[in-house]
T-cell receptor
Framework: KAGVTQTPRYLIKTRGQQVTLSCSPISGHRSVSWYQQTPGQGLQFLFEYFSETQRNKGNFPGRFSGRQFSNSRSEMNVSTLELGDSALYLC????????????FGPGTRLLVL | ELKVEQNPLFLSMQEGKNYTIYCNYSTTSDRLYWYRQDPGKSLESLFVLLSNGAVKQEGRLMASLDTKARLSTLHITAAVHDLSATYFCAVDPIETGNQFYFGTGTSLTVIP
């Protein structure tokens, strides 16, 4: 069974630009969550989507947004990039939620210059 | 504010030794997860603990959960170099639902 895939794997942007990251969950998984990982703040929850609906949102500014498509693939968008947005962005999927673990993708490493 | 704290943050141990990583959390949760992350890699699921007193073992790693004390432990037995990685615990509180809160991580280095 194929794992969670994320594209692109690496990205360099400049301040003020916007970026879109993509995540394809494991087949059959309908829940997709996004996390930001930085050395200073650790792993922080961004949002979670289930069946095309945002079910939960973390404490991030409105510049961070996401969506999920009918095939469960998800995208997250960051507008007006800031230097502090440089991070590893991880996507994780699970079947629906509840008492299941999450399966993580390889991540997209974003560098904002 | 919900907190998930791990200690120690850094752990250097010799091969063959035993040690325990602690994960304390501040919310009511009967769901606790352990993950491993190798440098430059993503997170790999190790254990899922779903009730008070749950114990899971895989190889040299054993995880347990005490929901009353809001404490989980990850015990390493006879460490080997391959266990060098960063270990994270995470909780999925019932009140927030579907939102994982991760601990600070414990960076483990096993020295030959």
């Amino acid at each position: 069974k194929a794992g969670v895939t994320q594209t692109p794997r690496y990205l360099i942007k400049t301040r003020g630009q916007q970026v879109t990251l993509s995540c394809s969950p494991i087949s059959g998984h309908r829940s997709v969550s996004w996390y930001q990982q930085t050395p200073g703040q650790g792993l922080q929850f961004l949002f979670e989507y289930f069946s095309e609906t945002q079910r939960n949102k973390g404490n991030f500014p409105g510049r961070f947004s996401g969506r999920q498509f009918s095939n469960s693939r998800s995208e997250m968008n960051v507008s007006t990039l800031e230097l502090g947005d440089s991070a590893l962005y991880l996507c994780a999927s699970r079947i629906s939620g509840g008492q299941e673990t999450q399966y993580f993708g390889p991540g997209t490493r974003l560098l904002v210059l | 504010e919900l907190k998930v704290e791990q200690n120690p943050l850094f752990l250097s141990m010799q091969e063959g030794k035993n040690y325990t990583i602690y994960c304390n959390y501040s919310t009511t949760s009967d769901r606790l997860y352990w993950y491993r992350q190798d440098p430059g890699k993503s997170l790999e699921s190790l254990f899922v603990l779903l009730s008070n007193g749950a114990v899971k073992q895989e190889g040299r790693l054993m995880a347990s959960l005490d929901t009353k004390a809001r404490l989980s432990t990850l015990h390493i037995t006879a460490a080997v170099h391959d266990l060098s990685a960063t270990y994270f615990c995470a909780v999925d509180p019932i009140e927030t639902g579907n939102q994982f809160y991760f601990g600070t991580g414990t960076s483990l280095t096993v020295i030959p």
